[in-house]
């Protein structure tokens, strides 16, 4: 190359190494490709890792005279699997070039491997259509050039490589972490059944029936606290890894409330409920998990807005349903609100058994419906949880 091409040579490098993403980079490295090196059509098709014959397409950019991106696939793939069989470049001309001809049915190919320091790793294919034919230094300027498209494979695969290990390294931050938490957790009501069966256990003392009794409780009560931190683990873990399938079907959404009100306030006898819907819509939803969370805040209410009223309002705004769920309890400070929905966070100083489980299990499951979840609360007044659910249901597969 001359002097002449030092600019050129320049806007390239600066193509490949400027853009912060390899996808942007490789539109600019087209742009000045495009500005000198005359083709119609490119395509770059990448060998699949450990295959030597199959490509697949990695990019194509037409830029202008008449063909079908499709077509230009097509034209390309078979030249590009020579390049590759062969490890070299491949020109090929129309047999027939005269000039007067259709000039789309002649395509002239030039098809070049692109290499790296691991070896062949693709090949990248131009056409012209009618010609001209590639001269010498036009071929060196193509080789010039896949050298460039190298670079930036190379490029896209070390960010593919960094990527997946910083996915990993948090992941196993988050699984050391998820380990101290609940190490902790589990400790604690298991402290207690270890201390109060030695205790009974004792035989230089007598405990009177009253006593012994208590105790019992105790160990129950902290028993089924340990059984239940252990299933909202399980089933928190489930959805965190996404492994917990969701069924979705239509749900007739005022009557999935209202059922697990009743199921509700069986099981805990002082609550009470109003229920004020303005709509009565069938939405997609997985109902078993939809009641979960309803249950959930029913027994919050109950845990911590004790003998206060409920009420759930059901009602359309804009493109969602809308569920309020609002107790006339104790409230909560504002300065934890930011926090409620975190995995184990429970507000400081509750008191009473819980594992500050539920309401992270409830966002993950209405964040699975493509909906979000919210709380506001006013001290002294109470507490509202606010579902929104889309109108069009979840957005599936994605
Ligand atoms: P858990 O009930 O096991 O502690 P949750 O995730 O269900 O866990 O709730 C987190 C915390 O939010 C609770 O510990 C409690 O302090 C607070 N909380 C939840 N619901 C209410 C409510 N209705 N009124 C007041 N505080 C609540």
């Not at 090929?92 to 000039?103: E, G, Y």
Request: glycine content about 6%.
């Amino acid at each position: 190359m001359t002097e002449e091409h030092i600019p050129e040579i320049l806007a390239l490098a600066e193509a490949v190494t400027q853009k912060p993403d390899w996808k942007q980079a490789l539109d600019s490295v087209m742009a000045v490709v495009r500005s000198v090196f005359l083709f119609d059509n490119l395509a770059l098709y990448i060998l699949e890792s450990g295959s030597s014959e199959l490509t697949e397409i990695a990019y194509a950019r037409a830029v202008g005279r008449g063909q079908s991106a499709g077509a230009d696939v097509a034209w390309g793939a078979e030249i590009a699997n020579r390049v590759i069989a062969q490890k070299e470049m491949v020109v090929q001309i129309p047999a027939d070039s005269s000039p007067n001809d259709d000039r789309l049915t002649k395509p002239f190919l030039l098809g070049l491997p692109l290499r790296t320091y691991e070896g062949l790793i693709g090949a990248v294919v131009f056409v012209r259509f009618g010609g001209p034919e590639y001269t010498p230094a036009q071929i060196q300027r193509a080789q010039y050039i896949a050298t460039q498209f190298s670079a930036l494979f190379v490029r896209k695969k070390l960010t593919e490589e960094i990527t997946a290990l910083q996915n990993a390294r948090r992941l196993l931050e988050m699984q050391e972490d998820f380990i101290a938490t609940i190490s902790h957790e589990l400790r604690t009501p298991l402290g207690f059944i270890k201390g109060y069966t030695t205790t009974l256990l004792r035989k230089d003392t007598k405990w009177d029936e009253e006593t012994r009794r208590e105790f019992l409780q105790i160990i129950d009560e902290e028993a089924d606290h340990l059984n239940e931190l252990i299933e909202n683990v399980l089933e928190s873990a489930r959805l965190q890894s996404n492994t917990l399938p969701m069924h979705f079907q239509p749900v007739r959404l005022d009557a999935l409330i209202r059922d697990t009100m009743i199921r509700s306030q069986a099981r805990y006898k002082d609550l009470q409920v109003r229920l004020d819907f303005s709509v009565a819509p069938t939405i997609t939803a997985d109902s078993v998990r939809l009641s979960q969370v309803l249950e959930n805040l029913f027994s919050n209410a109950n845990k911590y807005a004790p003998g206060a009223p409920v009420t759930v309002y059901l009602m359309q705004i804009k493109d969602f349903y809308r569920i309020r769920f609002v107790d006339a309890g104790p409230g909560i400070p504002s300065e934890y609100l930011p926090n409620l929905f975190q995995r184990f966070y429970r507000v400081p100083g509750q008191a009473g058994a819980g594992s500050g489980l539920g309401l992270f299990i409830c966002k993950q499951i209405i964040e699975a419906h493509g909906g979000k979840i919210a709380v506001e609360s006013t001290l002294g007044k109470g507490t509202a949880f606010v579902i929104d659910l889309p109108i069009t249901g979840p957005k599936l597969g994605g």
